[in-house]
Each structure stands twice: as C-alpha cells, then as structure tokens.
C-alpha cells in the first residue's frame, strides 16, 4: 500500500541515506567472503593499510574529491565503491516513489540492502554466502510478522515459489547440458526475495531475471568466446529482475496484455 506522498527534499534526503547505506555495504561486499569480521577493524586502504579518516570516507564525495587514489599511497579505489553507493541511494529514492512513507518502504528497502550486497559478492567470488541469504530471509519474515502481519500467507507462498522456479530452472540446465548449471545459492536467493515479494512479484522476478540474464550474460558469454551452459553469477540477474517486477512489474504486464489483444 502507498504511504504518504514525498516532497523532493524527501527523495535527496534518503538518497544520501541509502548512499551511506551503500558505503556500509561495501564493507560487507569485500569482508563476508573472506570471512572478516564487518565492525573490526576499522576502515583502512586494503593495499598500505593506512585508518581511512571520516572525511576521506564520505560516500560518493569521498571517491571525487580523492579522485579515485587513496590519499596515503595513491593506489587506486576500486569503482565498486561509489557504484554500490550511488545504487543503493537510487534504489531508496525509487522506493519511496513508489511506496512513500509506509511499512513497505521499510521492507523493501532492507531487501534492497540485501539484494546488493549479494549481488557484489556473487559478482566478485561467484558465491552467495548463507549468512546473507539466511539473514535476508530471517529479516523478511521478523518485518513481516511485526509491520505487515496480515500478509505472512503471501510471504509464505512467495518463498515457496522463488525456490520451487529455480529448483526447476536448474533441474532443466542439467537436463540441458548434463551438469550443473544453477547453485544452490541461486535458489536460496530466490527463496528469500520471495519471502519479500510474494508470488505475484516473485513470478515477475523469475521472468525478469532469467530475461535480462539470458540478454547480458548469453552477450557477455559470446563476447568472450565461452560456449552455453558455462556458470555466470546469476544473483545480480536475478536482484534486478526483483527489483523491476516490484516496481514496475504490473505496468510492464498491463502492457504485454494489451499487445497480444490487439
């Protein structure tokens, strides 16, 4: 349900939030797959090590300002870093339009959180750890119990289903190419953002992901002349995919409809 509607000082005020939400995310992107603790040590250059001061950590400004060099060594600073910030701060922006001030910004914006992090993992170690996911889906379900009781049915069945259409889709790739070609931690993915979406969105999300993962990844598997079937971190597909249906997906379906009457 839409809450109440935004004024635009509204939307810069929690892009800067969702930016530094993004800044947090990247300590969780480069320090979950090496097993890293999240709060110790502090923010520190990975090649001399030298304690990153606050103001040299300011989100997106920080990258500007320091012209992508850290300010001890020089070294470069990965574009991760203001990418993950500008997105995550969009993302909040484009929740709010959408839902406004309401229990569902809430939500979905911690699904946002989620999608991200996983998403640059995957992208960077091909993985998507259990702690993200697990924690993805535990969040899912303690919001939902607490601000939208009333739709834990919903929450239910969109879990179900996200893992049911990737258990599906990866027993038919091995039927395809005779190996695996889905991890289980895509199907984990697919659980938890059905927990948030629910079947009509996660159907969407299924639809979407394998679109748009189908249409990047088969082009960036032919630009680097790897065969079908070879693995791609299919996570981010899949996010943006969850992402587009829970915004748009109605539109887009309308849309469909109204050209196959005609």
């Known amino acids: 349900m839409t809450g109440l509607p935004p004024l635009w000082p509204e939307y810069v005020f929690l892009f800067i939030i969702g930016s530094m939400a993004g800044s947090f995310l990247n300590v969780v992107i480069c320090r979950i797959p090496a097993e890293m603790s999240i709060v110790w040590p502090g923010s520190h250059c990975p090649k001399c090590n030298r304690p990153i001061k606050p103001w040299e950590n300011l989100p997106i400004l920080s990258f500007i300002f320091l012209r992508g060099k ?3 060594c020089k070294a470069p600073i990965s574009w991760q870093y203001p990418i993950v910030e500008v997105v995550m701060g969009g993302l909040l922006a484009l929740l709010l339009w959408k839902f406004g001030w309401s229990w569902d910004l809430l939500l979905y914006s911690v699904m946002a959180g989620f999608l991200v992090a996983l998403s640059g993992v995957d992208i960077a170690t091909m993985r998507l750890p259990n702690v993200l996911t697990l924690s993805g889906a535990i969040t899912a379900i303690v919001l939902t119990l607490l601000f939208k009781r009333e739709e834990w049915l919903r929450m239910i069945l969109g879990g179900a289903e996200g893992l049911g259409l990737l258990m599906m889709m990866g027993l038919i790739g091995r039927l395809l190419f005779h190996k695996e070609t889905l991890g289980m931690g895509d199907v984990k993915l697919a ?6 979406l629910g079947p009509a969105a996660t159907a969407g999300m299924f639809a979407f992901g394998v679109f748009i993962g189908s249409l990047i990844g088969g082009t960036l598997q032919i630009i680097a ?5 070879q693995k791609i971190p299919f996570g981010p597909y899949l ?3 969850g992402i587009i249906a829970l915004l748009w997906g109605k539109d887009v379906w309308l849309w469909y409809v109204s050209l196959a009457l005609r």
């Open 239 to 241: 996010a943006a995919g």
């Open 225 to 229: 002349g790897r065969g079908w079937g």
């Open 70 to 72: 850290c300010a001890g």
């Open 191 to 196: 659980g938890m953002m059905g927990l948030y």
